[in-house]
């Protein structure tokens, strides 16, 4: 069973060296608000560091949290190892682990935690172990995307003219895998998903777009969102949630709007002072680009998105 006590001992024995509050919480990876009580209630009560350096761990905690102790004695501990693997496999929610787990207490005869406890100190077991924000995607459960904002060109050997190429760029937020794909027209929108689901291998469960004329007819603030009939249609052979985001919220799709960055790096930059004389030839460059962008390891890692 993983141990989500805070480190009293510790938190005492790095005050007394000079420490701050905030360089305790950074370093050691345990909540500011965590720290601040220790420091308050070892203020309150006198205590010093040197009072207890003798003491064990688990004598110090009792000394600073005597209720709570008593508390987390009386209540089954779960399992915050078991439960942060099981969180990345889809369809996998807090709600639901809690629900197996007060099934568990329940046959063996012991008191569960309440849900709000049980999310408590889940949410403490990742600040100990430094895994915040590591599971907020799981794989094949979404995708996202987006036009690029900044578009590429080719120019027609007939008239010399320069014509306008957009990038549809889309992105699975676990592993960052993208896909990028120039087209003529934005009414290639839908061409361009199936395109994409090809270069994946897959259908996410979820396509996150945004709120574009060529897929969303409506999108109010209550009610019904409305998608395009082709749209619609498309999700539904391919057993997809189309799902546009929120209206001016970017952050309802971030993976793909980081990726379009990136890829104006990755491709469109790399690419600048090339010339193309038609579509597939634009084509066939931005998707060797794309290729060793996915295949191009994570700094510091020894993996890609590949």
Same mark, same amino acid.
């Not at 709000?116 to 999310?119: D, E, L, S, V």
């Not at 603030?221 to 019904?224: A, H, Q, T, V």
């Given at each position: 069973m993983a141990n989500v006590k805070i480190h009293v001992k510790l938190i005492l024995k790095l005050r007394d060296v000079g420490m701050s509050r905030q360089e305790i919480a950074s370093t050691r990876h345990i909540s500011r608000n965590?720290?601040?009580e220790v420091f308050r209630i070892a203020d309150e009560k006198g205590i010093h560091y040197a009072d207890v350096r003798n003491l064990g761990e688990n004598e110090v905690y009792r000394i600073i949290y005597p209720d709570k102790h008593q508390e987390e004695v009386m209540f089954e501990a779960p399992d915050y190892?078991?439960?942060h693997k099981e969180l990345k496999k889809p369809g996998v929610t807090l709600k639901l682990l809690h629900d197996e787990y007060v099934e568990k207490c329940t046959a063996r005869g012991t008191i569960p935690m309440g849900k709000? +406890?049980?999310?408590e100190g889940y949410a403490e077991y990742m600040l100990q172990n430094n895994l915040t924000g590591r599971i907020?995607?799981?794989p094949g459960e979404r995708c996202e995307v987006d036009w690029s904002g900044t578009?590429?060109?080719y120019i027609d050997t007939q008239t010399g003219e320069l014509i306008k190429v957009h990038l549809f760029v889309a992105t699975l937020p676990y592993s960052q895998y993208s896909y990028v794909e120039p087209c003529l027209k934005m009414d290639s929108f839908l061409r361009c998903h199936v395109h994409m689901y090809e270069?994946?291998?897959g259908v996410p469960t979820r396509t996150v777009c945004d709120n574009l004329k060529t897929g969303v007819v409506s999108h109010p +603030?209550?009610?019904?969102i409305i998608l395009t009939a082709d749209y619609e249609a498309l999700g539904e052979h391919y057993m997809t949630a189309i799902m546009p985001a929120r209206v001016r919220k970017p952050k309802d799709k971030p993976s793909v709007e980081g990726t379009v960055g990136k890829i104006a790096t990755a491709v469109i930059a790399k690419l600048r002072n090339s010339e193309f004389t038609s579509l597939a030839s634009l084509k066939s460059a931005v998707r060797e680009k794309l290729d060793a962008f996915n295949r191009a390891d994570f700094q510091k890692r020894d993996y890609s998105r590949y």
């Open positions: 965590s720290v601040s190892e078991y439960i709000t +406890k049980f999310n907020s995607h799981k578009d590429m060109h270069y994946f291998g +603030k209550e009610g019904d």
